[in-house]
């Protein structure tokens, strides 16, 4: 990653990750928690494959945990639909 926007950019990423465990810990839920996300900025796409730079994390008990996790993202992507985030509904699928 050679532009310092990228880096700046996944920094403050990272920084609103861990706001996010903090909210976790302040609320309880440490032992309950879920979570698998992935942040990426396309790079230039080489060959027909896609390529990005991208920050991983995931709070799971296991692989049978986070496949449980990754089914559900899958299951709730649709080409045909049009995301709108504003919407509580697309967080709360």
């Known amino acids: 990653m050679e532009d310092p926007r990228e880096v700046e950019f996944f920094i403050k990423l990272q ?3 861990e706001e996010i465990q ?3 810990d302040n609320h309880g839920f440490r032992d309950k928690f879920v979570s698998a996300w992935i942040f990426g900025i ?3 796409t080489r060959k027909d494959k896609v390529n ?3 920050i991983v994390g ?3 008990s296991g692989l049978e945990e986070l496949e449980v996790a990754l089914t559900h993202i899958i299951e709730q992507y ?3 639909d ?3 985030p504003s919407d509580i509904g697309f967080w709360l699928n």
Do not use: R, W
């Open 15 to 17: 920084e609103k990750m």
């Open 22 to 24: 903090e909210l976790v």
């Open 42 to 44: 396309e790079q230039e």
């Open 52 to 54: 990005i730079a991208a």
């Open 58 to 60: 995931m709070d799971v």
């Open 78 to 80: 649709d080409e045909d």
């Open 82 to 84: 049009e995301i709108d």
